[in-house]
């Protein structure tokens, strides 16, 4: 009984000895010890063909084709003008790592040679590269078919390459997207926030969503994941976000706590400044927009956003005084003394918006919303039309 095992033993092990492709040696030499890449790369075409069944073959082919592109990369950098003969071979050395494995999870890498997971992990990033090209050309099937190369390959090691699969996560749902394919979009970003990294995009991009889906619990608990997963350097959009969130869901006090301390912390960058001035004036928080804002034009005196901003704390604060006026008419006795004391100091507010109105013009006569807010105000306050500003505004509406 012991002699019929050893000589099953003995026969199953020859037998793997031979399924070895004896050409093998003899690319692995030319590859590792006389470092010569197309050569290496020529036996192996020779050598593959009927060999595609061992593990051995895929992982030796994976390595000729990872160093064949870096051989083209430096031949590249010597020679502009070279044209590279393999512009495939990472795709392939990335898929041929990933086969090796798939036949034999367990397989060890000769001496000189990559692993089939170290050879994945080093090709996902040029493959992402050509991945961010194809996507710049709008070949988005091409982008999403190399992107999920990058991720498979990032898969190898989740944890320590989080952050790398969180960006090929996002430009896989950004060509989903681009595509028209909503669900896609939502599904590929909902499987980006499961890694909890601080890439603050994934989880925004999903707010919008569940802001759209008119989904305010959805989007209250993406927003308390973000600030658990993004550090306060990096969290200036969240922030940004939350003052969003507390205005959807009607919370003012919170919203006013919120927009201060961002104020607060960011008060020397003027676009944060406008970002929250402009929800202190939605929520008629005049006086300390006002401060905000002369704050952010201390830094930057001809900043666009913000001398509009300025315009807008005093515009809606006059459309404020507008309503109280209609609402003082529509009073049964008619109240017309506080609706003409009303309409009186709306007047006021808005000569002092026609100020910072044409500040922001003579800074930027493109805008159109200011150009339409120019315009009525002008004719509100019965003041002349600079030349062309009618034209402006009457060609937005042919549009």
Same mark, same amino acid.
């Given at each position: 009984m012991k002699k019929t095992f050893i000589t099953v033993i003995l026969f199953f092990f020859a037998g793997y000895l031979f399924a070895q492709p004896a050409c093998?040696?003899?690319?692995?030499?030319? $590859?590792v010890s006389l470092k010569e890449v197309p050569r290496a790369r020529n036996e192996m075409e020779k050598c593959f063909p009927g060999n595609e069944s061992s593990p051995d073959a895929w992982l030796v082919r994976a390595n000729v084709l990872i160093q064949l592109h870096e051989h083209e990369l430096e031949r590249s950098k010597r020679d502009p003008k070279y044209q590279t003969r393999w512009p495939d071979a990472i795709i392939i050395a990335n898929e041929s790592f990933y086969k090796a494995l798939e036949l034999k999870p367990d397989i060890k890498a000769?001496?000189?040679?990559?692993?089939?997971?170290d050879g994945q992990l080093l090709s996902a990033y040029p493959i992402s /590269? $050509?991945?961010t090209q194809a996507m710049e050309n709008k070949d988005y099937a091409e982008a999403i078919k190399l992107l999920n190369l990058v991720i498979r390959s990032y898969r190898v090691n989740?944890? /320590?390459?989080?952050l790398y699969l969180a960006y090929a996560y996002l430009d896989l749902a950004n060509c989903h997207k681009a595509m028209g394919d909503e669900e896609g979009?939502?599904?590929?970003?909902?499987?980006?926030?499961?890694?909890?990294?601080?890439?603050p995009d994934i989880y925004l991009n999903l707010y919008d969503i569940y802001k759209q /889906?008119?989904?305010?619990?959805k989007c209250g608990e993406i927003l308390a994941q973000a600030r658990k997963a993004i550090p306060d350097d990096l969290a200036i959009d969240v922030k940004g976000y939350e003052l969003d969130y507390f205005a959807m869901i009607g919370d003012f006090e919170k919203l006013k706590d919120a927009a201060l301390k961002m104020f607060e912390q960011y008060k020397d960058n003027p676009a944060v400044i406008n970002i929250v001035a402009g929800y202190l004036v939605n929520n008629k928080e005049y006086l300390l927009a006002e401060e905000a804002i002369n704050a952010g034009?201390?830094?930057a005196p001809n900043d666009f956003d913000l001398t509009q901003q300025m315009a807008f704390r005093f515009y809606f604060e006059a459309i404020d005084w507008d309503n109280i006026k209609e609402a003082k008419l529509n009073e049964r006795p008619r109240k017309f003394t506080e609706a003409e004391e009303a309409l009186k100091k709306a007047n006021e507010i808005l000569e002092t918006a026609l100020i910072w109105i044409e500040k922001a013009y003579h800074i930027n006569t493109e805008d159109m919303q200011n150009n339409i807010m120019y315009l009525r105000t002008l004719v509100r306050l019965q003041q002349p039309v600079p030349e062309g500003l009618q034209e402006k505004v009457d060609s937005y509406r042919k549009h």
């Open positions: 093998l040696k003899d690319v692995i030499y030319t $590859l000769s001496a000189g040679l990559l692993s089939p997971q /590269e $050509l991945a989740p944890k /320590e390459y989080a979009y939502k599904k590929i970003l909902m499987d980006a926030v499961k890694l909890n990294v601080a890439l /889906e008119k989904d305010t619990v034009l201390a830094i």
